[in-house]
C-alpha cells in the first residue's frame, strides 16, 4: 500500500488550489488524486470571472469571504503565473453587467444596496457603482449598445482569468514544488481509521494521515458512504463560444466576456437539469438573442462551440468547509466559484488542514449551518 | 499551382480580392480561387502563417473565406454565383491587414 | 410533438443525413417502399465524396475518372426520379436522439423531425501530422481529386504524393492520365507485405477483378518511370510560404525531391461526429486504427431509432455503402410495418450475399494498408492542432504533468477549441497520449463532441425556425 501524509480527492479547481498550497506550506508528501469524469468537471467549463459581485447575498459570512478572495488574488495571480510560467489572461480590471429594462436594474440597486450594507457593517467596501446608459457605453468604447440597453453595474476591482489556464498553471506548480499528482484513478471508498486512513481507488490503495474531500459532485457519493449527506445540488449552466475576433470587449460583463483569445463567451444559464449535460437549442437561441440586443454586432459572429456544466452549489449558495462528524482528520472542501475562491484554497484553507484549527471567519461555512 | 483540364464553356464573374475574375459556374468558392492562381486563402490568426485549403470536403476549416461580407465561410461548401465579393482573410493578431 | 411513448409524431418517417451512395440507396429503397423521407446533405448536389458532381462533370474529366466514378450515374438517377424531399447544401449542426435535426441553409437555420434517422455521412480522410504540413502546396489527395471532379482543376507544377492505401495509387493514376508532372510518390507502406496482411489473401483471391486492378495502377505507375518509394519514414516539407521541397527517409538514405505540391493520403476513418454528438456507442478497430459506431447487421446503433449506414458505419468502399443503405432501409421499413420480418429477411438475403461478395478483399487491404503512425517521431515543433497552432511539443508536455484524458488535453491546451472542433486533431491527439503514456486507446477515449457540428453565425441560432 503507498502511503502519504495527505491524500486530496479531486483535481479539479478546489482541489489542485488545496493542494498547491499543502506544498507551499510543506505539508510533507501530498498526493492529489483525479479521474477526469465526463459530467463532473466544471473547473474545465466555467466562465473564470474572479469576482465577489453579487456573492454572499443570502450570507455575510460568505460576502466577506469571496471579497477577500478577490483582494488576495491581486498577489495570488502574478505569483502563479511566475511560478509556473503559464499565462493566465489575468486582470483586475472590473467586471460589469447591462441592464435591458428597468425591473432588472431595480433588482440590481437593491441587491447591491444590501451588499454595500452588509459590507460596512463588517468593515470593508463593496465596490459597485450603478451607470447609465452613456457611462456605461464609455466602458466599452470599441462597441456600440443595442437600444434596448439602458445602464449597467460595474465593480472595478472584479476581475477574470483564463479558468483552464489557471488549473493548468496550479497543477504544475503542485507538481514542481514536489507535489504527487495521479491522474485516471477513481476513488472508490474512503476507509477512516484510528490514526490512518486508508484510501482506495479502481486500481491501488492509498494510507494516509489527511484526507481532503474536493471532488465536486462526485464528493457526494464518497461521504454518503461515511454516513454524511452533503447538501449539493446539480444547476446547469450552458455557455456558448464564437470564432475569434479582434479585440474589442475590455471588460467581462454577466452574461458576455472576449477571452485573451479573442473568442467571445456567451452563457450562463441556470437550470435545474439533473447532471444532464447536454446542450439545448432553446437555451442556445434565448442566450444568443441576448448577446445581440446586448451588442447588435454579434449577429456576425460565428458560433463554434456549446457546453454544458453542472455547479456544484449548495442550498444556500455558500461553500462548505469542514471535517467530518468524529473524523477530524477528513476534510470536506466543496462549493461553486472555486475560480474566485482559489486564492484562498490554496492559503488560509491549507493552513487550517496542516493545523487542524479552523479560522474563525469560515467557522460558519461548514456543515452544521444545514442540519439546523 | 492549378489550372482548368479543359476551357469551360459556362463561366461566372466574381470579385476576388477587389478585382474581378471570370471563373467556371457550378464549382466551389475554394476551387475557384486556387484556380485564379492564388497560393493561399487565409493566414492564420495565431501565428499569421499562410494556409489553403487542404481536405476540400469540410472537415478542416483551412479554406475560411470572407463571402459576401461575411467573414469565416468554409469556401469548399459554398458554390461560387455571379457577382459574389470574396476577399481572402489575410489577418494576423486579430487586426485586419 | 411526441406520442405517449416520447416517439415524434410530426415530421417525416426518416431522416438521412448524407447524400453519398448509402444516404441515396437507403432514400431510394426507402421510397420504394412508401416512406416519407428527407434527405439532407451539405454539398450543392447529390453523390456523397465519391460521386461529387457527377451530374455535372464533363466528359473528358468523366473518362478520367474511370468506371468506378461512373458506376454512381444510375444510383443518381435513380434518386432524382424517386424524388424523395431533398435539402441540398443544408449543413446539420445538431441532431437529437428524438428524432429533432437542426441544419443550416442558405443562410437559414430550422428544425426538422423524424422518427428515424439515418447517418450516412461517410468518411474522412486521416488526418497524419508532419513538419510542413500546414503549408500551401500540401492538400490531402482526396482534395485533389475534389478539384478534379468539382472544379476541373489539374495541378500545374511538380508533384510529390506521400501516404498510403489504394486512394493513393488511385489519385496517381488520375493524375498521370491527366499529364500532371509526378516528381515521385512516397509510400509509408513497406515493400514487403507483412505477414498479417497475406494470412487474408486467400479469401481476397475471390475478387481476383478488385485485385487485378490494383495491379494494373501499379503497373501505371511504373510504366510512367516514377520515382516510387516504399516504407519511407519522416516524411517532411519544406518552404517559405508555400512547398518547394518534400523530403523522407528510407532506411537510412534520405530521399529528397523538388516540387511545388504534395498530396498526402493515410487512408480514411469514418465521420463519427454525429453519431458522438448524439451519444451513440463506438468500438474501436486496431487495425485499421479508429472508431466506429457500435451497430448491428442493418446498421442499427445503440440507440434504436438512429441507423449507421455506407463508410460512417464502418470503412468498406463505395459499393459496400450502397448496400448497407439498402439493409437500413429494409430494417426501417420493418420497424414501420411496410413489410413484415420475414420479407425484410427474405430481401435483404441477396443484399447481404453481394455484400460479402464485395467485402472478400476488404480484410487483406486493411491488412495490408495499416497505419504505420510514428507519431513519437514527430518533432516536437511540428502542429498537432491546424487551427489553434498547438505543436507536438506543447501536448507531450501536459500529457507528462498528468493530462491522460484527450479532454483534459483540449481543455488546458486549446487543441480542438478551433473552428474544426478537433475534427482534424481529435484522433491525433489519443494517439499520442496512448503512445506517451502505454495505455490503450480503448482506455484513453476521444474527444467529446458538441453541438454546433458546423460553425454558424450568431444571427441565425436567434432567429432559427423551430417546427411549430
Ligand atoms: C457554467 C458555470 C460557470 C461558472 N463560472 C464561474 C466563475 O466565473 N467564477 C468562479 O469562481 N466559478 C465559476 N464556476 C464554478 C467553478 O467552476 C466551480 O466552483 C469549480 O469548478 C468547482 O471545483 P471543484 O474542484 O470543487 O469541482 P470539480 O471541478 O468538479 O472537480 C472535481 C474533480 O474531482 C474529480 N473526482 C470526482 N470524484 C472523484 C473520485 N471518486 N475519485 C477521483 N477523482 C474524482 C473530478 O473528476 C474532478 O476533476 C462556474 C461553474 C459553472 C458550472
Ligand atoms: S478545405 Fe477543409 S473545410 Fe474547406
Known sequence: MKHADIIVIGGGATGAACALGLVREKAGTVLMLDKTFGIYRPSRANFGLTGYLLKGLNDAVYAKWAFKAIQEWAEFGPQLEQDSGISLDFALNGVGEPFLCEEEKAVRVQQTQQLKEMAEVNGYKYNCEILDRYEFSQLIPKMELGEKVIGGMFSSDNGHVNPLFMLRAMRKTYINEGGIFIAGESVMEIIPGQSHTIIKTNIESYVCSKVVVAAGHGSTRLLNHLGVKLPLFPLRGQLMVTNRQPPMLPIPLFLVRQTGEGTFMIGVSIEQAGHDIGTTVEAMNSQAKKAIELFPIMAEFNWVRSWGAIRVITQDDSPVYDTIPGHDNIFVLVGHSAVSLASLHSSIIPKWIISGRKPKEIENLGLRRFHV | MFSSYETTKQTVTIILDGKPQRVPAGVSVAAAVLGTGKTHTRTSLISGEPRAPFCMMGVCYECLLEIDSRKDQQSCQVQVKEGMIINRQIRTNGEEK | ?468
Open chain 3, 1 to 468: 410533438m411526441k406520442d405517449a411513448f416520447g416517439i415524434t409524431t410530426i415530421g417525416f418517417d426518416v431522416a438521412v443525413i448524407g447524400a453519398g451512395p448509402a444516404g441515396i440507396s437507403c432514400a431510394n429503397s426507402l421510397a420504394d417502399m412508401g416512406l416519407e423521407v428527407v434527405v439532407l446533405d451539405e454539398q450543392p448536389n447529390p453523390g456523397g465524396q465519391i460521386y461529387k458532381n457527377i451530374e455535372h462533370v464533363s466528359s473528358a474529366c468523366l473518362n478520367i475518372l474511370g468506371d468506378d466514378y461512373s458506376a454512381g450515374q444510375p444510383l443518381i438517377k435513380k434518386f432524382r426520379h424517386r424524388n424523395p424531399t431533398y435539402y441540398p447544401g443544408a449543413s446539420v449542426w445538431q441532431v437529437n436522439s428524438d428524432g429533432h435535426i437542426f441544419y443550416s441553409k442558405d443562410g437559414i437555420s430550422k428544425e426538422e423531425a423524424a422518427k428515424f434517422i439515418v447517418v450516412a455521412t461517410g468518411a474522412m480522410e486521416r488526418p497524419v501530422p508532419f513538419p510542413g504540413w500546414t503549408l500551401p502546396g500540401v492538400m490531402s489527395a482526396g482534395g485533389a481529386n475534389n478539384l478534379i471532379k468539382n472544379g476541373g482543376l489539374v495541378p500545374n507544377g511538380r508533384v510529390a504524393l506521400a501516404g498510403s492505401g489504394p486512394l493513393l495509387l488511385l489519385e496517381a493514376v488520375h493524375l498521370i492520365d491527366m499529364g500532371v508532372d509526378i516528381k515521385a510518390i512516397l509510400e509509408t507502406t513497406p515493400a514487403i507485405p507483412n505477414i498479417s496482411s497475406l494470412i487474408h489473401l486467400p479469401q481476397a483471391l475471390g475478387r481476383m477483378d478488385l485485385l487485378k486492378k490494383g495491379i494494373s495502377m501499379l503497373q501505371k505507375i511504373k510504366k510512367a518511370g516514377i520515382p516510387h518509394y516504399k516504407g519511407i519514414r519522416k516524411l517532411s516539407v519544406k518552404g517559405n510560404d508555400r512547398v518547394e521541397s518534400v523530403h523522407a527517409l528510407k532506411g537510412d538514405d534520405s530521399i529528397n525531391v523538388d516540387a511545388d505540391m504534395l498530396f498526402v493520403h493515410f487512408g480514411v476513418v469514418p465521420n463519427t461526429s454525429i453519431y458522438r454528438q448524439i451519444g451513440c456507442e463506438h468500438e474501436w478497430n486496431d487495425i485499421q486504427r479508429y472508431w466506429y459506431p457500435q451497430s448491428d447487421k442493418w446498421g442499427r446503433t445503440s440507440l434504436s431509432n438512429v441507423f449507421a449506414a455506407g463508410d460512417g458505419q464502418f470503412v468498406h468502399g463505395a459499393v459496400p455503402a450502397a448496400l448497407k443503405g439498402e439493409l437500413t432501409a429494409l430494417a426501417i421499413a420493418a420497424d414501420m410495418k411496410m413489410i413484415d420480418k420475414d420479407e425484410r429477411d427474405k430481401q435483404a438475403k441477396s443484399i447481404e450475399n453481394q455484400l460479402q461478395n464485395e467485402l472478400k478483399p476488404r480484410s487483406f487491404i486493411d491488412a495490408l494498408y495499416a497505419p504505420i503512425l510514428n507519431l513519437l517521431d514527430v518533432p516536437k515543433e511540428t502542429l498537432i492542432c491546424r487551427c489553434e497552432c498547438i505543436t507536438m511539443g506543447q501536448i507531450l508536455d501536459v500529457i507528462d504533468e498528468g493530462c491522460v484524458d484527450p479532454n483534459e488535453v483540449k481543455a488546458l491546451l486549446r487543441p480542438g477549441m478551433g473552428p474544426c472542433q478537433g475534427k482534424m486533431c481529435g484522433s491525433i491527439i489519443s494517439e499520442i497520449i496512448s503512445m506517451r503514456t502505454g495505455k490503450k486507446i480503448k482506455e484513453v477515449g476521444s474527444l467529446n463532441i458538441r453541438p454546433p457540428l458546423k460553425n454558424i453565425p450568431l444571427s441565425e441560432i436567434a432567429e432559427i425556425k423551430f417546427l411549430a
